[in-house]
């Protein structure tokens, strides 16, 4: 009899443990797993010009040359804590016309015909293209959206969307000379209007707390693009500090810093007014880093190194680019290794925002909202697979050949469009692109050039002739397509 009850005992009391475990379990998930807010506000702060390693945030855990060494950014390290860090992100072209389209649109800039800087953009439907203001405002009218900064593109942010804005800005409104003046650091209050910047956006971010509605708000600075500008205080910290390997002006490394500063007065603000539970932050860069300074100087180790080359072509130092997203439901000092792009920031937000049916058509992004919310998904859908882009003319200052490439999965393949030549580079392995598998594996090679050239096709993206510089004319005029 005392035996029964003993196991009788025994097995109330380990029933009981079983539910107490269960219990905790249950209270963790929920912990972790706390519901989102329904309509979120967005931030994008959008550097001009920062390479993948021009900042002090490690963007790659197993790869020391993912940091600088020599530029300080603690803010963005401070942001990094509290999110995720994409070791894979990409620009979708090496250079910013056609990068920022890609983000107001979700498209490719191939798709868009839009492919270098100074282009003629009658072609382009900026009215009714479906942009980020408008799609958060077709989720829910109440969305405020602004734009400060550089805008770089044709027709008016007003057009896309935006109520507050400084209007169709270009680079020569923060402070750009093109010629050798450009490389010399001046110094000044407010380098590239940096701190100007940051405080038009905090007045947004109060008006639009004190009218009690949403908002969508991109700052797109124009640093760390030339002219070099930077305040003293920044120039005379790092005047002393060791040089990097390859990373080696004071004033460029002095501007990092004073654009680091703007985020920090940003996200104390964001933080003080108590809205950083409801607020996705997220940090890019337009194209990688120029591969040296003076810019048309010849180099031996770019300044984007380990990866090859830099701004104005579609090797890696020209296009993956530091990404940061930070806000509900991602877990701080996370890392993922998924290959993003630009594009992908549209649909990404109309998921955060709530809308879980994307309806966009005809757009080359997909959303890594599972991703950033670790919803065990470790792939992205889109239109077609794989991340492109599109360089078909002739750049004097970089590599002077027309090519495209396409990145998918671990491979990227680069096709020149003048020989139909091929590279094929298997990034895991080899993200300084250095050994060219195109005739070790052949069938990787035939098929991502297939998808390369189908998707050219697909979107009749513009098709390099020999004279052509896709410069002033419109589009019809130069009547060269795929």
């Known amino acids: 009899?005392?035996?029964?009850?003993?196991?009788?005992?025994?097995?109330?009391?380990?029933?009981?443990?079983?539910?107490?475990?269960?219990?905790?379990?249950?209270?963790?998930?929920?912990?972790?797993?706390?519901?989102?807010?329904a309509h979120p506000n967005f931030i994008i702060v959008l550097a001009d010009d920062q390479?993948?390693?021009?900042?002090?945030?490690?963007?790659?855990?197993?790869?020391?040359?993912?940091?600088s060494y020599y530029h300080e950014t603690p803010n963005l390290e401070l942001l990094a804590k509290r999110g995720m860090r994409f070791s894979d992100a990409y620009a979708s072209a090496p250079v910013c016309a056609p990068s920022r389209y890609s983000i107001q649109f979700g498209k490719s800039p191939a798709r868009l015909s839009l492919i270098r800087v100074g282009m003629n953009t009658d072609h382009i439907d900026h009215d009714g293209f479906t942009s980020i203001p408008k799609a958060l405002k077709k989720i829910n009218n109440q969305y405020r959206t602004a734009h400060f900064g550089k805008w770089g593109m044709g027709s008016d942010p007003f057009v896309l969307g935006y109520d507050v804005s400084d209007g169709p800005t270009k680079n020569r409104?923060?402070?750009?000379?093109?010629?050798?003046?450009?490389?010399?650091?001046?110094?000044?209050e407010d380098p590239k209007h940096i701190f100007s910047l940051t405080n038009r956006a905090i007045d947004f971010i109060s008006s639009s707390l004190a009218e009690k509605k949403p908002f969508y708000l991109q700052i797109s600075h124009y640093a760390v693009h030339t002219n070099i500008e930077s305040t003293k205080e920044s120039f005379s910290q790092l005047e002393k500090k060791p040089k990097g390997a390859q990373q080696k002006d004071i004033g460029f490394a002095a501007m990092t810093l004073d654009l680091d500063s703007g985020l920090g007065i940003?996200?104390?603000?964001?933080?003080?007014?108590?809205?950083?539970?409801?607020?996705?932050?997220?940090?890019?860069?337009?194209?990688?880093?120029?591969?040296?300074?003076?810019?048309a100087k010849k180099y031996e180790k770019s300044y984007n190194y380990p990866l090859s080359r830099g701004k104005w072509d579609a090797f890696e130092g020209g296009v993956r680019v530091p990404l940061i997203v930070s806000g509900p439901g991602i877990t701080g000092g996370s890392e993922s290794s998924m290959p993003v792009s630009g594009s992908d920031l549209l649909p990404t937000i109309i998921e955060l925002s709530g809308n879980k049916k994307n309806l966009l058509t005809e757009i080359d992004g997909g959303s890594f909202a599972d991703i950033l919310l670790n919803n065990n998904k470790n792939q992205i859908t889109r239109e077609v697979d794989g991340i492109f882009f599109h360089v078909p003319y002739k750049n004097g200052i970089?590599?002077?050949?027309?090519?495209?490439?396409?990145?998918?999965?671990?491979?990227?393949?680069?096709?020149?469009?003048?020989?139909?030549?091929?590279?094929?580079?298997?990034?895991?392995?080899?993200?300084?692109?250095?050994?060219?598998?195109?005739?070790?594996?052949?069938?990787?090679?035939?098929?991502?050039?297939?998808?390369?050239?189908?998707?050219?096709?697909?979107?009749?993206?513009?098709?390099?002739q020999d004279g052509i510089t896709w410069k002033n004319k419109p589009l019809k005029e130069i009547n060269s397509s795929y």
């Open 173 to 188: 409104d923060g402070n750009f000379d093109n010629d050798r003046s450009q490389w010399n650091n001046v110094f000044k």
């Open 51 to 67: 390479g993948w390693n021009g900042t002090s945030v490690k963007m790659m855990n197993n790869e020391n040359g993912s940091r």
């Open 266 to 295: 940003l996200l104390n603000k964001i933080k003080e007014l108590g809205i950083e539970q409801n607020t996705y932050i997220i940090y890019m860069s337009d194209n990688g880093s120029v591969p040296n300074i003076p810019g």
């Open 1 to 37: 009899m005392e035996q029964k009850i003993n196991k009788l005992i025994k097995a109330i009391f380990f029933s009981i443990l079983i539910l107490l475990i269960f219990s905790f379990k249950s209270a963790d998930h929920s912990a972790e797993n706390e519901e989102l807010p």
């Open 398 to 464: 970089a590599l002077k050949r027309p090519h495209s490439a396409v990145r998918k999965g671990d491979y990227k393949l680069i096709k020149f469009q003048d020989d139909k030549s091929i590279l094929l580079f298997n990034l895991v392995k080899d993200k300084m692109e250095k050994f060219n598998l195109a005739n070790k594996e052949i069938e990787k090679a035939k098929e991502l050039e297939k998808i390369l050239d189908d998707y050219l096709v697909k979107v009749h993206a513009p098709k390099w």
